[in-house]
């Protein structure tokens, strides 16, 4: 990849072709939980853009520019008080929406309407508060992926700063072909009762792959031989502009989940994950998650700093609290820290003029090319981006794995869960 290239994909602020394409979005930023009513205001990060969050008395969000239009002064510092933030400094006062509504140090001056601040528009689904940044006065409509059309109590969220770009964070989500290695390594197909799933998964390390152009991204199928009649199929998501689905679990298990790798700036991301049904990993024939499983991650404590959420405690200071003592591949522990361990390595952005693609990175390349077509259509004539004219297209797309007939064609077997979990939702076509 030329150095152009990996500049375009990977930076994220105001006017940059990724960061705008990104704005024309709704996506997840932070935990309905972590705002209070009336509570502290928190400070926000996103696409190199610093807000302020806080949630009202009567309970709705608002998140706006943490700089007070009078004189400058950060909001964090100002008052959460009577639906809206007031400055500490000369104590104007700002709503959810960004307007002006008091302006103590100007009594006898009506607020001129100019004075208002950035707000972004906000919407709380299933524990997670999401955000429109862009400029459009009413909002595209909401994405329909499936874990918001769940109820609340079967969804389970997390959040967890990622300390690289979020290009090669959401990277690691769709190189399926280090499963087998960095996760898996240390396992043998002995582990597992001949014949199981699991059996020919580490039976064959090197998968064959069909990627496909969607209407909303990109979505591998990793097959492999199970047996003489069957094959075994993983299939994976990526969705514009940073989401992402990995496959632990069975087609039939009725779990999905969806990750959104949130740039907070070019070199930290923000992973929100949500989770819902049975999504526990795969585990050996005793029953004991692979791999150390995933293991909750432990968190340092939250400080009021713009990155000061979210840390995972074992880092890149400790080495991730590595240990090769341990019987695994890594000698990190669970498959979420061995993939932040990698990811991160590669440093705050990586230097992709380095690399050498072979054909089990073609989902990588692909993916790439759709991102960067999307956000030069858009610079180039303003062309809406996948998905955000059409939430249906998000509709019951889900990952997994699933055995089917060795003649089968696993995108029609697809189309045929699909069909069954949400009818009218649309075909996935090649
Ligand atoms: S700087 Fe905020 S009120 Fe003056
Ligand atoms: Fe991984």
Known sequence: MRQEE????????????????????????????????????????????????????SGEVGIVDHF?????????????????????????????????VDRPSEPHEAIPASIRLKAL??????????VYMGTRETPPPFPEFDVNRRSEESCDVSIALRECNWLQALEGDIDTAHVGFLHLGGVSAD?????????????????????????YGT????????????????????????????????????????????????????????????????????????????VGWTYLPNTTDWLGRWRIAENKSNDYGMDRSRPNYTGINGIPLQDQAITESMGPIQDRTREH?????????????????????????GAAPPGVETPEV????????????????????INDYRAGWNDGAPPITR
């Open 6 to 57: 990996n500049e375009f994909l990977t930076q994220t602020g105001p006017g940059t072709p990724m960061g705008e394409l990104m704005r024309q979005y709704w996506f997840p930023a932070m935990r309905s939980d972590e705002l209070v009513a009336d509570g502290d205001p928190v400070r926000l990060r996103l696409l190199c853009e610093d807000f302020v969050a806080f949630r009202t008395g």
């Open 394 to 413: 998000y509709q019951s797309i889900r990952s997994g794995f699933m055995l089917t007939p060795n003649e089968a064609d696993w995108l029609a077997v």
């Open 191 to 215: 582990n597992f009762e001949k014949g199981s799933i699991n059996y020919y998964r580490h039976l064959d390390l090197a998968p064959r792959y069909e990627i496909v152009e969607t209407r």
């Open 357 to 381: 693609l072979g054909s089990s990175d073609r989902m990588i390349m692909l993916s790439r090319r759709r991102m960067m077509k999307a956000a030069k259509a858009l610079a180039e004539e």
């Open 68 to 100: 007070c239009a009078h004189r400058c002064a950060s909001l964090f510092f100002g008052r959460n008080e009577d639906e809206g933030i007031r400055c500490v400094y000369h104590g104007w006062k700002f709503d959810r929406h960004g307007k002006c």
């Open 219 to 294: 979505m591998y199928d990793a097959y492999r031989p199970a047996g003489e009649s069957e094959t075994y199929h993983r299939v994976g998501q990526f969705m514009l502009p940073f989401f992402t689905m990995t496959p632990p679990f069975d087609f039939d298990s009725g779990a999905t989940h969806l990750r959104a790798w949130v740039p907070a700036d070019d070199h930290h991301t923000w992973l929100i994950e949500i989770k819902s049904g049975d999504v526990t990993l795969t585990k050996d024939k005793d029953g004991k998650p692979l791999s150390g499983g995933t």
């Open 121 to 130: 528009k906000t919407r709380e689904v299933n524990g997670l508060v999401w």
